[in-house]
């Protein structure tokens, strides 16, 4: 029964960059599925912020079942989540790898498609030079960003006046 606590940590986590904190205190009267939106009272930040929610984590939480007023209900605290990741992790051979790495996936993988305010919105930062820290683009990833805003070389926009 814990490997559904845990799975759905890991698939929330990575679908929405919540932390885990965020992930074992909320309750279901602040899961709105039909707007698709977890409403978070109180961040480590102290303010309250609105988590969007994919598809996949409208699914995930869809899925869960419903033993009390807590959404994972599995885990009393974030040391027994981590514990149950780090031995997961163990048995897979994976090493290094910790639950907030999660969060950083999630800001790596919504950073190409946003822009860095909305990015910081999604992730509940209250400055824009965190998003330095967690997002880790590749160097072909790099590229792509360069190359795709620039003008096809064939195209007839920006093309300099030829010189007689």
Aim: net charge positive; aromatic share 6%.
């Amino acid at each position: 029964r814990s490997a559904v606590w845990l799975d759905a940590c890991v698939r929330l986590a990575i679908e929405t960059g919540m932390r885990a904190g965020e992930l074992l205190t909320i309750e279901w009267h602040q899961v709105d599925l039909s707007a698709g939106v977890i409403r978070l009272e109180k961040t480590k930040n102290g303010e309250r912020r609105s988590v969007p929610l994919t598809e996949d984590a409208v699914s995930v939480l869809s899925q869960l079942p419903r033993t009390g007023r807590r959404v994972i209900s599995g885990y009393y605290d974030t040391s027994g989540l981590d514990r149950a990741f780090k031995r997961t992790c163990a048995a897979a051979g994976i090493t290094g790898l910790r639950f907030h790495d999660l969060r950083h996936q999630a800001a790596t993988d919504y950073a190409p498609h946003m822009k860095v305010q909305q990015l910081a919105k999604v992730m509940g930062w209250k400055k824009l030079e965190m998003a330095m820290r967690y997002y880790n683009p590749t160097e072909e990833e790099l590229v792509q960003l360069v190359r795709s805003s620039k003008p096809a070389a064939n195209s007839d926009i920006a093309k300099p006046a030829k010189v007689a």
